[in-house]
């Protein structure tokens, strides 16, 4: 039986309930949600001894407050909110024990931007659509499909599994710089700017701006130009303009070649704007760690790179990282 | 004293002006983060020293926003 165990006292900047989202619902626009770093959320959940899918709580550059209603064991992964257990420091990457009624308390985010707080047994919310992640747009999933609230109390299955003192393997813990590298497949309408500029895009360093959300990236810097086609007259008039079409998690639109906005794991599903490349699966991790101001740079790297950084990170989100 | 942000955004309005009394909680302006508004309020009553930035001013973490004075 799942009883609350967890109070929210201040919620952070934005925190909502996450799992590996819903899958299956993109073809009707409703987006797979889920942790925007999804190796953080698998290995805090192996930590406390959950299935690599539970849900946490996934929260944004400034962490919130927290108190516990029972003893847990917890983890916390993803980026430094400088954790404290009743005032007392927090390892991130390991498993620990929290006694009933005391207070977690997070920060601001010194590196990375989101912070993952799992809790043995997993945050235990209704599924909608085979998902708990929250959906804001939608207003589906996680708390009545909003972010976290003061006053909240989340509910948490037993965690029978749970034991403290798990630990990620110290070279498995990722670092988050000011600086990331961001790997593309190019396409699927490069061909729609010049080849300068798909160079330019390649090489010159992009801000992450202000407006950088769960939903997509947007990322200022070299502007793009066009090459010369024939308009298709139904697309419309921006030179980014095309026949809309199906978006990936990781599309990356160029709408008037301004600036470049890379489609989070909230993102829409069609768009009628140049995609001139889409990020690897691999590093939607690396761009959830990216906050405002961070500077980003693309590679485009081949499909078979692409498939094996997949492989890979899920190799480094297992068991086997773990020491025990 | 001074108010610096708290979180990475852009200016969307600034609410008051130097020479401007405030009390504490009083909105001193609002910064657009991550798409969302976030308002940064005074820390305690004061007088508006100085307005470090304007509207649509790109600030990082620890940007000087506003200086009270007692």
Avoid at chain 1, 89 to 111: C, D, I, M, N
Avoid at chain 1, 115 to 129: E, H, K, Q, T
Avoid at chain 1, 174 to 186: K, T
Avoid at chain 1, 282 to 302: G, H, T, Y
């Amino acid at each position: 039986m799942s009883a609350p165990a967890l109070e929210v006292m201040e919620p952070g900047f934005l925190s909502t309930v996450q799992d590996l989202g819903r899958k299956g619902y993109f073809a009707a626009g409703i987006p797979p949600s889920g942790a925007f770093d999804r190796f953080a959320l698998r290995v805090g959940n192996l930590l406390v001894g959950n299935p690599p899918g539970e849900a946490g709580i996934e929260m944004t550059l400034m962490g919130g407050r927290f108190r516990a209603l029972r003893a847990a064991v917890i983890a916390i992964t993803g980026a430094d909110m400088g954790a404290t257990l009743d005032g007392a420091p927090l390892p991130r990457w390991e498993a620990v024990p929290v006694r009933a009624g005391s207070e977690l308390a997070f920060g601001v985010a010194q590196t990375g931007c989101r912070a993952y707080l799992c809790p043995a047994g997993g945050v235990d919310v209704p599924s909608v659509l085979g998902s708990k992640s929250t959906y804001l747009i939608g207003k589906i999933g996680g708390v009545r499909g909003r972010p976290l609230r003061a006053g909240d109390r989340l509910d948490v299955a037993p965690g029978a599994r749970a034991t403290a003192g798990h630990r990620l393997r110290p070279s498995l813990i990722p670092s988050y710089g000011s600086e990331v590298e961001l790997r593309v497949l190019l396409g699927p309408q490069d061909d729609h700017v010049t080849q300068a500029s798909v160079r330019t895009f390649l090489s010159a360093p992009y801000k992450v701006s202000s407006k950088a959300d769960r939903v997509g990236y947007r990322f200022e810097g070299a502007e793009f130009q066009f090459r010369e086609r024939a308009k298709a007259v139904e697309a419309g008039s921006d030179p980014s303009n095309i026949v809309d079409d199906g978006n990936a998690i990781g599309a990356i639109q160029i709408p008037g070649g301004k600036e470049a906005i890379c489609m989070g794991p909230d993102g829409v599903s069609m768009g009628g704007y140049v995609k001139i490349a889409c990020l690897i699966a691999a590093d939607l991790e690396r761009m959830a760690q990216a906050k405002p101001w961070d500077i980003a740079r693309f590679r485009a790297v081949a499909h078979a790179e692409a498939t094996a950084a997949l492989r890979d990170s899920l190799a480094r989100a297992s068991e086997a990282s773990l020491v025990k | 004293m001074d108010i610096t942000a708290e979180l990475p955004g852009r200016v969307m309005e600034v609410a008051v002006q130097a020479g401007q009394t405030v009390r504490k909680g009083d909105v001193l302006m609002a910064l657009e983060v991550m798409k969302t508004r976030v308002e940064v309020r005074a820390a305690r009553d004061g007088r508006v020293n100085h307005v470090a930035v304007k509207e649509s001013d790109e600030v990082r973490m620890g940007t000087l926003l506003v200086r009270l004075a007692p």
